[in-house]
């Protein structure tokens, strides 16, 4: 059964904006605190949401959370990731239509499947090595578990890498190449390649926001 915060989030979302009852829940959700209801546990939730996102995206929603809480944006990523912290969405409630974009990601294509999902590779030019390399491989879809320099937690999709990995160009393209020709010729798992490159991801990112 969801508890009332996610069940006025889910009412507020199918009202229409501007309609002066959404407005109400909106604030009455935002008033409740956002360190109330410590048995929420989602921070690994929150975590996976934020890494499926752009960084650029990520960084939007991340800055619009401090600037509201008057914290640094190293500060609230640790709290939102923190395993005691709410659903993202509840720390949003300040913003109508952020909070809404998010509740309805939360309840969708982000966080909404729990099927083994597997990759191809689509996101390359076809006929490329990669393109070929992923297709053939077929690998399950996997979130790396990575830890930055803060000791932040990131949990970065298979998808998210393969999308950075495409736009690699010159000798660091032909680098990765390399490797996974290695790791094909001596059967040996993508997934460690994979997520190595997501921890490189994980430090892009925190350099961005210092």
Do not use: C, W
């Amino acid at each position: 059964m969801p508890d009332l915060k996610t069940e006025a989030l889910r009412i507020a979302s199918e009202l229409p904006k501007g309609d002066p009852t959404r407005r109400r829940i909106l604030e009455a959700v935002s008033k409740t605190g956002r360190r109330q209801d410590k048995s929420a546990g989602s921070g690994a939730v929150n975590a996976k949401y934020l890494d499926g996102l752009t960084p650029r995206m990520k960084e939007k929603i991340l800055r619009s959370v401090a600037k509201h809480y008057g914290v640094s944006v190293s500060e609230i990523e640790s709290e939102l990731t923190d395993r005691d912290a709410e659903a993202l969405y509840e720390y949003l409630a300040f913003d109508n239509g952020m909070a809404m974009q998010v509740y309805r990601d939360f309840q969708s294509k982000h966080l909404a499947s729990d099927k083994t999902a597997r990759v191809d590779g689509k996101v390359f030019k076809p006929g490329t090595y990669f393109n070929t390399f992923f297709n053939e491989k077929g690998l399950s879809s996997k979130e790396y578990e990575v830890t930055d320099s803060r000791g932040v937690r990131h949990f970065i999709p298979t998808e998210v890498v393969l999308e950075a990995l495409a736009q690699t160009r010159g000798g660091e393209r032909a680098h990765a190449e390399n490797i996974l020709r290695k790791i094909d010729f001596h059967n040996g798992d993508v997934h460690d390649f994979l997520k190595h490159l997501a921890e490189g991801l994980a430090r892009q990112y925190e350099g961005v926001i210092r």
